[in-house]
T-cell receptor, first 113, second 118 residues
Framework: ELKVEQNPLFLSMQEGKNYTIYCNYS?????LYWYRQDPGKSLESLFV?????AVKQEGRLMASLDTKARLSTLHITAAVHDLSATYFC?????????????FGKGTSLLVTP | GAVVSQHPSWVICKSGTSVKIECRSL??????MFWYRQFPKQSLMLMAT?????????EQGVEKDKFLINHASLTLSTLTVTSAHPEDSSFYIC??????????????FGPGTRLTVL
């Protein structure tokens, strides 16, 4: 059974601070996704990491993938309040002719002044 | 970019009634679509795979007779929650992969449908 584990599940951090969210998964996967979800909304795609060693950055967020360790990280630099949301990592699971996603439990991030 | 829509965005119904939720890919064809369910403060869980031209396949523990899926065309999948009960209240999200023929298929998520069963 494919498992995707995120930690921490809850994170409260001050504005301006740095932090890292971790995502471990239990089977081989070449692709790792990070999404953001605001309350009452659907998912917003942040990053798609396609290979071992992939690193992508967008604004204050940077994601990396180590397929050998089956680990991805989402690093937050100098957090601001607008980053408050729930962040999910996910990996592919093959279903019929396409790939669905298996999600981690999510990390609820609150950035405080 | 590609867009996936859902209708309705929210619905309130009485216990015992059936509710239909539509998922449309607006500018690409999707032979496969996926339905997820998200309970409050929880993650998204894959419910079923909707296949154009064939029966849907359901994840373990999902009742196929309760959650009827019809993939009517290459751009439309519907999820019908039959005889809904309060425990079916949830956020239902569909997704459709836009196939590129490579390893970089892009997954597009709909905006979700909030179902509340009274």
């Amino acid at each position: 059974e494919l498992k995707v584990e995120q930690n921490p599940l809850f994170l409260s951090m001050q504005e301006g601070k740095n932090y890292t969210i971790y995502c471990n998964y239990s089977t081989t996967s070449d692709r790792l996704y990070w999404y953001r979800q605001d309350p009452g909304k659907s998912l917003e795609s942040l990053f798609v990491l396609l290979s071992n060693g992939a690193v992508k950055q967008e604004g204050r967020l940077m994601a990396s993938l180590d397929t050998k360790a089956r680990l991805s990280t989402l690093h937050i630099t100098a957090a601001v309040h607008d980053l408050s949301a729930t962040y999910f990592c996910a990996v592919d699971i093959f279903r019929n002719s396409g790939y669905a996603l298996n999600f981690g439990k999510g990390t609820s991030l609150l950035v405080t002044p | 970019g590609a867009v996936v829509s859902q209708h309705p965005s929210w619905v309130i119904c009485k216990s015992g009634t059936s509710v239909k939720i539509e998922c449309r890919s607006l500018d690409f064809q999707a032979t496969t679509m996926f339905w997820y369910r998200q309970f409050p403060k929880q993650s998204l869980m894959l419910m079923a795979t909707s296949n154009e031209g064939s029966k849907a396949t359901y994840e373990q523990g999902v009742e196929k007779d309760k959650f009827l899926i019809n993939h009517a065309s290459l751009t439309l999948s519907t999820l019908t929650v039959t005889s809904a009960h309060p425990e079916d209240s949830s956020f239902y999200i569909c997704s459709a992969p836009q196939l590129s023929g490579t390893s970089t298929d892009t997954q597009y998520f709909g905006p979700g449908t909030r179902l509340t069963v009274l």
